[in-house]
């Protein structure tokens, strides 16, 4: 039988501000979901959070973007949205871009990972879950997991995994994909991953089966409502051992603090910290962007746990480094690289102040000339 793993999120309204959900809308969506569970849409599944973001982590046997599933999803927002508007949370249904469900919860706002397998005798599964950044965010760490020997020994040791894993990249700005296969085209990869604001990481396949090893949201708010209205605030979802990384594998690369678009106003870098669910509240400048990594098993649909994997002291050091890093970013203030480059400040509320200013701009004589590119074949140092 196979089963499919489906989590979905969205930003339905904070307590003071952009910082956390407040337990009574987890409360109004898991009384939809125990109602579907009872009902037999769905066999399990767990409600949780990641800083202003609701999450719906569920299994089922409807497959990937099922209406019914999805429908469900937008029930249990809906609910939540209703408790967030009767207390006066801030910015309550932020993420619902719609006032009917059409279908499919892709378009509306919330952001979906789904991915549909056979489960094996034991199947460990990794849910991220990330607030106040883009889905770009997960470029990094997906291709040390599943591209890095230096960091994932299992592709050097493991026969499974020797051969090396196919990577699915997603351009958000034209809506089309490319398959790329690591590692004889490792630095195609990197060509494109590099640029985490357009090219994403939407799925990475395993090449000996084609067995899916991971899935990421990749729903970027501000091309659907085209205007800005919030940080992406992704979610993944990594399978584990067996074939597959190893947990401290998929871990590892979060020790490193990577800078990431989102933070204030999601118009500012900064670090990825990593966190477990206590500390899943993002009060300093909205933020740092913080990542909560939730371990389950998976047992004939079953999710047991969760194991709250960076409530650790192991990552003790990189939220340290976090904080340093948060420090002198922000003491930039407005200034690059804190803020983020004009390509994505578009997207915020920054062409309001320039369309208020537009007819006092003028023509300046600075004596700069413009030259002429340098030819492609010229190296420079």
């Known amino acids: 039988m196979k089963i499919t793993l489906s989590v979905i999120k969205a930003d339905i309204g904070s307590l003071a501000g952009h910082h956390v959900v407040h337990p009574d809308t987890i409360a109004a969506a898991s ?45 249990a927002f809906s609910e939540a949205a209703k408790v967030a508007k009767e207390l006066g949370l801030y910015a309550a249904g932020q993420d619902l871009l719609s006032d009917a469900f059409s279908g ?9 990972a789904e991915m549909e397998f056979e489960e094996r005798p034991s199947e460990p599964v990794i849910v991220f879950m990330a607030d106040k950044t883009e889905p770009g965010a997960f470029n990094f760490p997906l291709f040390k997991i599943f591209a890095d020997p230096f960091n994932t020994a299992g592709l050097v040791i493991d026969p499974r995994m020797h051969p ?7 351009d958000v700005f034209e809506g089309k994909s490319v398959m790329l296969n690591a590692p004889e085209e490792l630095y195609d990869i990197l060509a494109l991953i590099g640029t985490p604001a357009r090219y994403v990481i939407k799925r990475v396949l395993r090449r000996t089966d084609n067995e899916i090893a991971a899935v990421i949201s990749s729903e970027r708010l501000n091309l659907i409502a085209g205007k800005y209205v919030g940080k ?28 990431v678009a989102g933070w204030m106003r999601g118009s500012h870098h900064g670090p990825m910290m990593p966190v477990g669910l206590r500390h899943a509240k993002c009060t300093r400048f909205d933020g740092p962007p913080r990542i909560v990594a939730l371990g389950f098993q998976v047992k004939n649909g079953r999710l047991i746990g969760p194991a709250d994997l960076f409530d650790d002291p192991a990552f003790d050091e990189a939220r340290r480094t976090a904080n340093t890093i948060a420090d002198y970013l922000r003491r930039h203030g407005p200034f690059m690289p804190h803020r983020l480059g004009p390509e994505e400040m578009e997207y915020t509320t920054l062409p309001q102040v320039l369309e208020k200013l537009k007819d006092r701009f003028q023509k300046a004589e600075t004596g700069y000339k413009a030259k002429k590119p340098a030819t492609a074949d010229i190296e420079h140092d």
């Open 31 to 75: 009384k939809v979901l125990v109602e579907a569970k009872r009902d037999g849409v769905i066999i399990d599944f767990f409600v949780s959070h990641v800083g202003d973001d609701l999450q719906l982590i569920m299994t089922h046997t409807k497959g990937v973007d099922s209406p019914e599933i999805h429908g469900l999803a937008w029930n």
């Open 104 to 112: 499919n919860v892709r378009g509306l706002g919330p952001g979906v």
């Open 164 to 170: 090396g894993f196919r990577f699915q990249i997603l």
């Open 232 to 259: 992406d605030d992704p979610v993944a979802i990594v399978r584990a051992q067996s074939g597959f990384p190893a947990t401290g594998e998929i871990l590892e690369p979060f020790t490193f603090p990577h800078l």
